[in-house]
């Protein structure tokens, strides 16, 4: 049987994974299959993660807002599918929005969420700030040696996840490598890239070389760095409560790096066509000849064979609005629900505000930066009639 390895590179922007300088993602993308167009479900770590998990798009999972739910009891998991069909399950997570409390660890038999407090000793779980959350982190070298740690004590064969928590808020790489980086974040992201190649690296030593393992590498969201790219729409250009992710929908969150390798995975192919992070659990089960889970995704198999398959429909959403209003700085602050449509010749999204009657239209392939949408809003009455 096949070992599986996942891995989560949190806050990684598409443009940045794919920019063609970092050595550990483009030696991924040489031995696999690069999805160029896909989307996630959620800008914000626990909820994207869940649908990771559960081929489940959050209304499924039951995870809307950052601090307020949990996993629904009962709905199944990558890792619990895996671990009936015999699997050592382990995961190595290193931040507070993938702590057990969400019930993330189901299905793992070893599952690594220790983090450290806030620098003024407050437990980071129950701060709604996601940038202040980014201060309580497991860095890249300890995923990586924990990680190994419990691979090289388990029987084959393993499904592991490393989640590297680096790209996120403050900014601050502990090492340079040598990688051309037009700024800080950069610099993170190509940290966590280094240590990926480690990981796989020591997992070879270990005696799993790369070619024998089913690799999916994605990012939960990207990040809004308001200004340093030519697509962010945070703080002073126009979106002052948006602090790198979670109250937006536009492709600086929601497009993300997705990459496949392994047996039964063909070698250096690139798709444009859109797919989904929900897609992720379903292609490791069928890669793997095990029945599918039952949710909103489907297997990328058809793309291994047909890379210019029919793109798929993407939704996202973000309640997190609600959570952010709550100290009274933003009061109007609304959810918001995306639709990435899959109409061929043609690359659209529909942003729509829940509860609040505007809708916003892009035309992706001639406005790819979000900044020129269409805004409709709803002011008719409702209608005593039809309640």
């Not at 970092?22 to 030696?27: A, D, L, V, Y």
């Not at 626990?46 to 039951?62: E, K, L, M, N």
């Not at 070298?141 to 990680?147: E, N, Q, S």
């Not at 890379?307 to 918001?336: C, I, N």
Request: with cysteine; net charge negative.
């Amino acid at each position: 049987m096949t070992n599986v390895l996942l891995i989560s590179l949190d806050t990684v922007r598409a443009d940045v994974a794919y920019s063609g300088r970092m050595p550990g993602i483009e030696s991924l993308r040489r031995a696999g299959v690069t999805f160029r167009q896909a989307i996630s479900s959620a800008p914000l770590t626990p909820i994207s993660h869940a649908s990771v998990f559960t081929g489940r798009q959050p209304a499924g999972h039951g995870i809307r807002h950052l601090l307020r739910e949990r996993l629904t009891p009962g709905v199944p998991t990558l890792a619990q599918r895996l671990r009936d069909a015999g699997y050592a399950t382990g995961a190595v997570v290193s931040c507070p929005g993938l702590n057990r409390w969400y019930g993330l660890d189901q299905g793992f038999d070893f599952y690594d969420d220790e983090i450290p407090r806030l620098p003024d000793g407050s437990d980071p779980l129950t701060v709604a700030d996601v940038k202040m959350r980014g201060l309580a982190l497991k860095r890249a070298p300890l995923v990586v040696d924990r990680a190994c740690a419990w691979v090289r004590e388990q029987r084959e064969p393993f499904f592991l996840f490393a989640h590297f928590f680096d790209a996120h808020w403050p900014y601050e790489p502990p090492e340079d490598f040598g990688i051309p980086v037009a700024n800080p974040y950069e610099g993170e992201v190509a940290y966590s890239d280094h240590y990926v190649a480690q990981l796989l690296s020591r997992l070879a030593e270990l005696g799993h070389p790369f070619d024998d393992l089913l690799v999916v590498c994605f990012s939960d969201h990207g990040e809004d760095l308001a200004g340093w790219y030519p697509n962010d729409h945070s703080g002073a250009l126009g979106h002052p409560y948006e602090e790198g992710h979670g109250c937006l929908l536009h492709d600086t969150t929601q497009h993300v790096p997705l990459i496949v390798s392994g047996p039964g995975v063909p070698a250096g192919v690139e798709v444009d066509s859109q797919v989904r992070l929900v897609d992720v659990a379903p292609t490791v089960l069928d890669l793997l000849d095990l029945a599918p889970l039952d949710g909103d995704g489907a297997s990328l198999g058809e793309f291994f064979t047909a890379p210019a398959a029919p793109s798929r429909s993407a939704y996202s959403e973000t309640y997190y609005p609600e959570e952010r209003r709550e100290d009274g700085q933003y009061p109007d602050l609304l959810p918001l629900t995306a639709v990435r449509l899959a109409t061929p010749g043609t690359r659209q999204k529909v942003i729509s505000h829940v509860g609040g009657g505007t809708v916003e239209v892009y035309d992706l392939m001639a406005d790819p930066h979000e900044h020129d949408g269409r805004r409709i809003t709803d002011n008719t009455p409702p209608d005593p009639k039809s309640s």
